[in-house]
């Protein structure tokens, strides 16, 4: 689990530990929260082990030899991509170091993780690598388009990956959340904007990598209107405030 603080995929590992026997590694920035994390999860899931790693999200040659080390004895048979930064747009544009952050946290990183899992999977011939993008990353908005951008570029790798693994055991899942109640999206439950809840997110993220989906909005209501939202033609869309 790539980014095991966050809130949907502590949910999804608490739904893969009631399961029973569970091999999770928790792999996060903040180690002493994943430890709680791991703490919480094995008093949930009496035979999950559980283990808890850190290293430097950013840096290529660190991800490339966690993942080696990872998978040097036995295959992953899932792994779940899942930290990001909902770096809001005004600062990205005030300040392009922050631009180039949010864009390397959320569409550098998760790629550097899932190329180095789709190596050790390719050499096995068999796994799963979820991503985590969002429905930001359907079209850009003056709103976020930052943030969207580095979205839309997962979107696009995870394409690319479907088509390098089609017809193989390897299956690529690209999961699109709408706005949904995590500590990410506080600002907005504040705002009494609606969200998801996050246990249905997460059922939706762990039903999707187990069928092997392709792309999964969640909740599935966001195909629509993001199918909607992409169709909008510019010069109707470049009116709304949206
Ligand atoms: N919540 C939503 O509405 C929503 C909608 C669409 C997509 N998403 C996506 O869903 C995923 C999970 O987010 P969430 O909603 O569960 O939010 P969250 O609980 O705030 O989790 C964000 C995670 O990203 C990690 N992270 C942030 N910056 C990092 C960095 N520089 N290096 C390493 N890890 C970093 C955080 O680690 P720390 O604990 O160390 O901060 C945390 O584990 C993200 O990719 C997000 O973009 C969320």
């Known amino acids: 689990m790539i980014g095991a603080t966050s809130a949907i995929a502590e949910h999804c590992c608490r739904l893969w530990v009631q399961r029973g026997s569970v091999e999770l590694i928790l792999v996060a920035r903040n180690v002493e929260l994943a430890g709680r994390i791991a703490a919480d ?60 952050y949010s864009i390397e946290v959320n569409g550098v990183s998760p790629v550097l993780f899932a190329e180095a899992f789709a190596g050790a999977m390719s050499r096995v011939g068999r796994g799963t690598i979820g991503m985590i993008g969002s429905v930001a990353g359907d079209r850009g908005r003056r709103a976020n388009y930052v943030y969207g951008a580095s979205k839309a570029l997962m979107d696009r790798y995870a394409q690319g990956l479907q088509h390098r693994f089609a017809g193989t055991g390897v299956k690529i899942v690209l999961i699109k959340p709408g706005p949904t109640d995590t500590p990410m999206t506080a600002q907005y439950k504040a705002q009494g904007r609606r969200l998801a809840s996050v246990e249905s997110v997460a059922q939706g993220t762990v039903d999707a990598l187990e069928r092997g989906t392709p792309v999964a909005y969640l909740p599935r209501k966001w195909q629509l209107i993001m199918f909607v939202v992409r169709a909008l033609p510019d010069f109707i869309f470049n009116r709304l405030n949206i």
């Open 41 to 100: 999860l094995r008093a949930r899931g009496g035979q999950a082990e559980i283990s808890v790693e850190t290293l430097d999200f950013l840096s290529a040659p660190a991800i490339a030899a966690a993942v080696a080390r990872w998978t040097a004895e036995d295959p992953v048979d899932l792994a779940l991509i899942a930290h990001g930064v909902l770096s809001p747009q005004q600062p990205c544009q005030d300040d392009i170091e922050q631009a180039r």
